[in-house]
C-alpha cells in the first residue's frame, strides 16, 4: 500500500485506539476534576474552565469533528512524511517517538496555561500523566498500523518486499 493510505489507515486505527483509551480514563477518573476527553479534544488548555466542557450538541459536534481530523487525518500524514527521519528501527518505536513529539507540544501548551496562573504544575500532573500514556498508545498504534499496511519501514531500507 502507499504511503498516504498506510498513514491514513493507521491513523484512523490510532484515533479509534485513542478515544477508547480517553473514554476509558474519563470513566476511571469521573470525580475528579479531570474532563480528559473534551480537554484533550478543545482549547481548554488555553481558554480555562468554560471550555472544558462539551455542552451544546454544535460544540460536541465541532470536538469530535476536530478530533477525527487531527488524529485520523492531519498528525499520520505528518508521520507518513517524516517517520523515516526518526530515531528507531520498527514502526512501534517511530511511533513512540512521535507520540512523544505530539506530547511535548501538549505539555509547552499547558506550561503556558500555569504561565498566567490558571493552573498550578502540581494540580496539572496526573493530566500531564494520562496525556503521555494517551499519546504513547497513539503513536504505536499509528507506527505499528503504518508498518503492517505499507509493507515497508522506511525509504531507508535496503531490502525490498516483492
Known sequence: MEPVRSSLGGGIAATFTLLLFLLVADILLAGTSLFVFATFTSLCAVGGPPYCELGTLTATVITFLWFGLLFAVAWPLLFGGFTWGL???????????????LWSGHVV???L??????ETIAGDLPFLAVTLVA???YGVVLGGG???LAEHRTFLDTEQVV
Open 113 to 118: 496555561n500555569i504561565s498566567v496562573g490558571n
Open 87 to 101: 530515531p528507531g528501527e520498527s514502526g512501534l518505536a517511530h511511533g513512540a517517538v512521535f507520540g512523544l513529539i
Open 135 to 137: 499519546y504513547l498508545i
Open 146 to 148: 503504518y508498518d503492517y
Open 109 to 111: 501548551g499547558d506550561l
